[in-house]
C-alpha cells in the first residue's frame, strides 16, 4: 500500500515539475489599428476626398440617429478568420452607445479578399444577415473584384446608411433593398 501511494506522490510530482518547466502558453499579439476616426483606412483603399465624404456621412448619422457606424480597411487579418478579427477589433474600439450596443462596422481587408459587417446587439433587427448578405453580394463583391474598393465602400456605406435612417419596416425595406447604383 504505502508503495503504491508513494508511486502516486511521484508521479504526481513529476507531472507537477513538468507542469512548470513548460513553457506558457500566450495568446498572438494581434495589430489592430487605433480607432482614429468614423474611417480608418489602414489599408490605403480611399482617396482623401472618399474618407472625408464617408467620415461626414457617419457623423451625421451618428448626431441624428445616436447610431455609430465605423469603416476600417486592414492590410491584412494577422492569419485570423474575417470574423474572429471583427470581433476583436468591436471588443477594442467599443462602436455604439452603452446600453444600446447600436454600432456597425465595416471591415474590408483586400489581402485576404474579405469584408464584412459587425452589427451590434440594438441594430440587428435594422442590419439583419439577409440584408448584409445581400448588400456584400450586389454592392461590394462586384467593386470589388475589378479592383474598385472605394466605390464599393461608398456604396456599402450608403446602403447601411440609408437602412438605418429607413423609418419602414424591416419587410418593407427587404423588398425596397437596391445595392446597384
Do not use: H
Request: net charge neutral; aromatic share 4%; with cysteine.
Amino acid at each position: 500500500m504505502r508503495s503504491r501511494i508513494a508511486a502516486a506522490l511521484a508521479a504526481a510530482f513529476l507531472l507537477l515539475g513538468a507542469c512548470r518547466e513548460a513553457p506558457p502558453v500566450s495568446a498572438p499579439v494581434l495589430d489592430l489599428p487605433e480607432l482614429t476616426g468614423r474611417v480608418v483606412d489602414r489599408a490605403d483603399l480611399l482617396t482623401p476626398a472618399q474618407e472625408e465624404s464617408l467620415s461626414a456621412q457617419s457623423a451625421a448619422l451618428e448626431r441624428d440617429l445616436g447610431a455609430q457606424f465605423v469603416i476600417a480597411t486592414v492590410p491584412t487579418l494577422q492569419e485570423m478568420t474575417i470574423e474572429d478579427y471583427g470581433v476583436q477589433l468591436g471588443r477594442r474600439w467599443d462602436i455604439g452607445r452603452k446600453g444600446k450596443d447600436d454600432g456597425v462596422l465595416l471591415i474590408v481587408a483586400p489581402a485576404e479578399r474579405k469584408a464584412r459587417i459587425e452589427v451590434g446587439y440594438g441594430l440587428e433587427k435594422r442590419v439583419t444577415d439577409p440584408f448584409a448578405a445581400k448588400l456584400m453580394r450586389e454592392a461590394l463583391v462586384p467593386r470589388f473584384a475589378e479592383g474598385r474598393f472605394g466605390e464599393g465602400i461608398e456604396a456599402g456605406s450608403r446602403a447601411i446608411i440609408a437602412r438605418l435612417r429607413s423609418k419602414a419596416n424591416d419587410a418593407d425595406i427587404a423588398v425596397k433593398d437596391n445595392f446597384v447604383t
